[in-house]
């Protein structure tokens, strides 16, 4: 069951969210404070977080797209003297003049067939994974052209949520949020603002539980607890923009309502959230106020749930009664195999209805509305602040530091089978290397041993640490590509900081190592060099 208690921001009241989702169609955004609607009404205030100014607004976003371009090069292997060569073969165009307009308060469900071009138009809004594509076309903030800036106001959520396990929800929320905050926050406030986004996410319940890892030993919080974590690992920031990549795959229809749920009140706060779906159930599809359908690369539709049944059923493919209309459009627009020349004739004639229709119309008229109004107003405050950023880390190199050394010591801390696993190997090791030279005595004769257990004792501790180290970056790679990309951290301070928490271990392991080895041939020495003494003594 969705959880209904959980306590939404102090400030936004019933009445705020109950007047924004009962007119999301009518495409709300947010002025002066006041949410304010396409029809011209005015709303409530929109919701403050304790009077901070930097974390009490959601920023009025308009996201729009114009005339969007995709293509790769196809190439080939040719054989040369020298083994492989690469020959480029053409191109293949992915997405084809593909538009679109968002504005604040609307949830976007980016829909369509496998390859269609999903994920390559979210890449492109986000510029991200872009190294191989050809793009061409606009991409506009507040009717303000962006780049690679768009990461300053956004987030992105993507399909493989990626923490580590060792910590709590509350504990990897505070640590995003300490380093990731803007450097205006006050610490206070951004322990609060962690607070106050577990609330928002319905993570109470298992704030203090572990994260764990799925498949792992220990099994931490739920997949949809996951989800949420991630989104809410993204909403500390309160960007105006969120891109989801397949939120609700993985998870049962009750765990994707949850999810979709979150989003809705989220985007009710005034967020442009734009996310690939596939499959949604009849109620979770309900649950978004924009689809856009793209078939082969172009846009087969964009508009509300009820514009778009309108437009297929004039097409004369009305979705049938009692049918989720989400798989009717996606079954609509697929490229079945075997029957490909109809199906591409099928959606060819969709795209190019959709391109000529009153729809794709209102949407162009909206684009070049913003446009004309970023003209106007020669400057957007998000997009200075975006601008303003300068360093791509927020936090100082020594803060960085402290909480990877924090986070770091804590996981080395928690993780007690890794550390009785060490100390059962020094422990064999020990009692074999002691047994090896069970009767080494301190003689002319023994030189050569004792080089031996001592050549060996060095190159056992120092290999042994080593590969320790070496062995825990990989279980972690893919978390430090995820942290290191979103400009959370240096690579070096990661490095040291997570070498340094394994020096105690080091000098323990390699004491006990040392002392248990040393100990062993001591003693049977001595043991044994008593006994020749006796037996000397005795003959
Ligand atoms: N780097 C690339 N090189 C060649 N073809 C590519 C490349 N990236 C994407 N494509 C092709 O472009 C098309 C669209 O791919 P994309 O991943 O955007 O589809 P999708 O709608 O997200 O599909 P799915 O739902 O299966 O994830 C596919 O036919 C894919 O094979």
């Known amino acids: 069951m969705i959880d209904e208690r959980a ?43 304790n009077n901070n100014p930097i974390l009490e607004k959601v920023t009025p976003i308009t996201l729009s797209w114009r005339d969007v371009n995709v293509s790769v090069p196809l190439t080939t292997k040719k054989k040369g003297c020298c083994g492989g060569e690469s020959g480029l073969l053409g191109s293949k165009q992915i997405l084809h003049g593909v538009n679109g307009c968002v504005q604040s308060g609307s949830l976007l469900a980016i829909m369509g067939a496998s390859g269609a071009g999903k994920s390559t138009l979210l890449n492109v809004l986000t510029c991200r994974n872009t190294r191989n594509y050809s793009v061409s076309g606009e991409i506009h903030v507040n009717g303000f052209l962006v780049d690679k800036n768009i990461n300053d106001m956004s987030a992105y959520v993507q399909q493989d949520d990626l923490f580590i396990g060792t910590l709590t929800v509350r504990e990897q929320l505070q640590f995003r949020a300490l380093l990731r905050m803007d450097k205006r926050v006050s610490s206070k406030d951004r322990l609060e603002r962690v607070e106050s986004v577990i609330q928002e ?29 991630s989104f809410a690992s993204e909403a500390l920031t309160n960007p105006p923009i969120f891109f989801c990549d397949e939120p609700t795959s993985g998870l049962d229809t ?46 087969a539709f964009l508009g509300s749930q009820q514009q778009a049944m309108e437009f297929f059923a004039k097409l004369q493919y009305p979705c049938p009664s009692n049918f989720n209309p989400a798989d009717h459009f996606i079954l609509t627009l697929a490229v079945e195999p075997g029957n490909e020349a109809e199906c591409r004739n099928r959606t060819h004639q969709i795209c ?43 936090s100082s190199w020594p803060k960085q530091f402290k909480y990877l050394f924090w986070r770091a010591w804590v996981g080395m801390l928690r993780d007690v089978i890794l550390f009785r ?12 290397v002691g047994l090896v030279y069970l009767r080494l005595s301190v003689e002319q004769k023994s030189v050569m041993s004792i080089n031996g257990a001592i050549f060996l004792l060095i190159t056992n501790t120092s290999f042994s640490n080593l ?23 240096r690579a070096d301070t990661y490095y040291l900081a997570k070498t340094i928490v394994e020096v105690p271990v080091f000098v323990l392991i390699t004491t006990l190592f040392a002392t248990l080895t040393y100990w062993m041939i001591g003693n049977i020495y001595n043991f044994a060099y008593t006994r020749n003494k006796c037996e000397k003594y005795l003959c």
């Not at 006041?34 to 977080?49: D, E, L, M």
């Not at 704030?207 to 989800?227: H, L, N, Q, V």
């Not at 119309?361 to 909206?366: A, L, T, Y």
């Open 7 to 49: 306590p939404l921001l102090a400030s936004a009241s019933a009445s705020y969210q109950s007047s924004v989702t009962d007119n999301l169609s009518s495409r709300p955004g947010i002025l002066n404070d006041k949410i304010v609607y396409r029809n011209g009404h005015q709303g409530p205030p929109a919701p403050t977080f």
């Open 201 to 229: 996410m319905g993570l109470s319940k298992c704030a203090t539980s572990r994260i764990g890892t799925p498949g792992g030993a220990r099994k931490g919080i739920s997949g949809g607890e996951r989800k949420r974590l």
């Open 254 to 299: 009750f765990m994707a309502k949850n999810i979709v749920h979150t989003l809705r009140k989220m985007a009710a706060r005034g967020r442009v959230i734009l996310c690939t779906i596939h499959q949604p159930s009849s109620d979770i599809f309900a649950m978004f106020n924009q689809i856009l359908l793209l078939a082969e690369g172009r846009t």
């Open 352 to 394: 190019d209805t959709f391109k000529e229709s009153q729809e794709a119309k209102v949407i162009f008229d909206e684009i070049q509305e913003v446009l004309n109004s970023a003209q106007e107003k020669k400057s957007d405050p998000v997009i200075a602040q975006a601008l303003a950023g300068g360093s791509r880390y927020e």
């Open 421 to 432: 696993v060490r100390v059962a190997q020094v422990f064999t090791v020990g009692i074999i």
């Open 467 to 489: 590969f320790a180290v070496v062995n825990s970056f990989p279980l972690e790679l893919a978390v430090f590509f995820r942290e290191y990309g979103s400009g959370l951290y």
